[in-house]
């Protein structure tokens, strides 16, 4: 295995996505998108559920992780991972953008200096890391030989 730009892209992102819970689960900021969260059960929704207004569920994060290290792998199992990688950082965004938490930060009314500033950081690492995966998938195939390549190769 190899530590590539997409493994530390994938760090930063859960480490920034951790901070966030615990910011989260601190002030009581419970899901809002795909139901509502209780405010007095973030904690348990971070590690058992929906995660937190800031955060997937640590199964969620678990499962990036295992992709994340299967990515480094070369072959088919790497690349099964990268896509692996690319689809939960599309549905990472997708639920960070419909998350009302995210909204209300940068409301003219309630703007908050502190959580936006996190909140385009930690979008930023989502869009990171999914185009890092692209990337690496990208190269993968152009560094596969192709049919084509072996017909070119000299015969013995």
Same mark, same amino acid.
Request: glycine residues 10%; hydrophobic residues 55%; proline residues 4%.
């Given at each position: ?6 493994g530390?892209?994938v +760090?930063?992102s ?7 819970a615990?910011l +989260? @689960?601190?002030q009581?900021? +419970? ?7 209780d405010?007095?059960?973030? +904690?348990r929704?971070f ?7 800031? &955060?997937? &569920? ?8 295992l ?12 690349? @099964?991972?990268?896509?692996?990688v &690319?689809a ?5 965004v @997708?639920g ?5 938490h995210?909204?209300r930060?940068f ?7 502190g ?5 385009l950081?930690?979008?930023a &690492? ?8 692209v ?5 993968r195939?152009?560094?596969?030989p192709?049919a084509?390549?072996?017909e070119r190769?000299?015969?013995?």
């Amino acid at each position: 295995m190899r530590l590539t730009r997409l493994g530390i892209a994938v +760090a930063a992102s859960i480490t920034l996505q951790v901070v966030g819970a615990v910011l +989260a @689960i601190q002030q009581r900021l +419970a899901y809002g998108f795909g139901g509502h969260g209780d405010p007095n059960q973030v +904690a348990r929704d971070f590690v058992l559920g929906g995660g937190t207004a800031e &955060s997937p &569920s640590v199964v969620f994060l678990v499962l990036l992780v295992l992709a994340a290290v299967l990515a480094a792998v070369r072959g088919r199992v790497g690349v @099964i991972a990268c896509v692996a990688v &690319s689809a939960l950082s599309v549905l990472e965004v @997708i639920g960070f953008l419909g998350e009302p938490h995210t909204w209300r930060t940068f409301s003219l009314g309630s703007l908050e200096p502190g959580w936006a500033a996190y909140e385009l950081l930690a979008l930023a &690492s989502l869009v990171a890391m999914f185009l890092l995966a692209v990337r690496e998938l990208a190269v993968r195939r152009r560094l596969q030989p192709t049919a084509h390549d072996a017909e070119r190769q000299p015969k013995l």
